[in-house]
């Protein structure tokens, strides 16, 4: 059994470290992002790793910053760990927790690597509309996503699955990959294996307007794609008589009833949308912007909505 010190903040992190716990591995310590506020109220709100590590009476440690940190590092030196463990930390880990465990700093990534480097893998293997992705553990180095792999999870991707979806359990997979590889490295029954960097692929932080539709240029099953990979968030918007318009489900549509990109009909009680190459999609739920939620067939009735009408 190894003594690790773990580094994470979202959901995606938490199983990682139940596992750690649970395989019997000391966790003197966790690194955390700090408490920030979200939400309406911005009331600050506990990172769920540190909920977790509360949960398992782990100290926890919420440091603005790494680099130049010497009360850190004494604390990281003092505790010696084997391995320094990183899941979704949101922090650049500089060259002295580089070099501190004899293990080194072995990362869990949600994706095949080189593919799909970056701070959103999970979105964007779901928003490209790909059949398969994974999670991959590897040794961190100076780069981004750059460092030598060590095991790999293949996991496919439904027509239908969201990103959500997948983020549950590519965390979950990730785990118990995490557990093989330290066992595997302690027992030295695997090697790290140097990525093909030619290969590489980014997948870069989300913005709002990657939740942008753009029908001209997407069709239908590309918009679906990014809508099932970019949901909760930046999820999938236009505008509707001037005001923005969320769309909170939608699927693609066999008929297409001729119509032109961003242009709206009603097929029986389906509010239809066109997009590219004369392909169509099916809102089923939507929002203007300061209204609820409603059915597409709802909000039809609601607003009224003309055949031949458009969005923007």
Not at 56 to 81: D, F, H, T, W, Y
Not at 118 to 147: R, S, Y
Not at 241 to 270: A, E
Request: glycine share 8%; net charge neutral.
């Amino acid at each position: 059994m190894m003594r690790i010190v773990f580094c994470g903040t979202p959901e995606f992190a938490v199983p990682s470290l139940q596992a750690l716990v649970d395989a019997g591995h000391q966790v003197p310590l966790v690194l955390t992002q700090p408490d920030r506020p979200a939400g309406r109220k911005q009331q600050l709100q506990l990172p769920p790793v540190k909920r977790l590590a509360d949960r398992l009476g782990i100290s926890v440690l919420q440091p603005e910053r790494l680099k130049n940190n010497p009360e850190l590092q004494s604390a990281l030196e003092q505790i010696s760990p084997d391995a320094i463990v990183v899941v979704a930390y949101g922090r650049i880990i500089p060259p002295w927790m580089l070099d501190l465990p004899r293990f080194g700093n072995i990362n869990v990534h949600g994706s095949l690597l080189p593919k799909y480097r970056g701070a959103a893998p999970i979105q964007w293997a779901v928003a490209n509309g790909d059949t398969e992705t994974g999670v991959t553990t590897m040794l961190l180095d100076a780069g981004l996503d750059t460092g030598d792999t060590l095991l790999a999870r293949r996991v496919p991707i439904g027509p239908r699955t969201t990103a959500n979806e997948l983020y549950a359990k590519l965390a979950e997979d990730g785990s118990k990959l995490l557990i093989e590889t330290l066992y595997g490295l302690e027992h030295r029954t695997i090697h790290a294996q140097p990525q093909d960097h030619a290969a590489a692929t980014l997948a870069p932080l989300l913005n709002r307007e990657d939740g942008r539709l753009d029908l001209f240029h997407r069709t239908a099953q590309e918009t679906y794609n990014r809508w099932r990979g970019f949901t909760p968030w930046p999820g999938a918007h236009a505008i509707f008589r001037g005001k923005r318009f969320l769309i909170h489900r939608m699927c693609t549509s066999d008929s297409t009833q001729g119509l032109s990109p961003y242009q709206i009909d009603i097929l029986g009680d389906k509010l239809l949308v066109g997009a590219a190459k004369n392909t169509a999609l099916v809102f089923e739920e939507v929002q203007v912007e300061g209204k609820p939620r409603l059915s597409g067939t709802q909000f039809v009735k609601d607003f009224q909505v003309r055949p031949g009408e458009s969005l923007a």
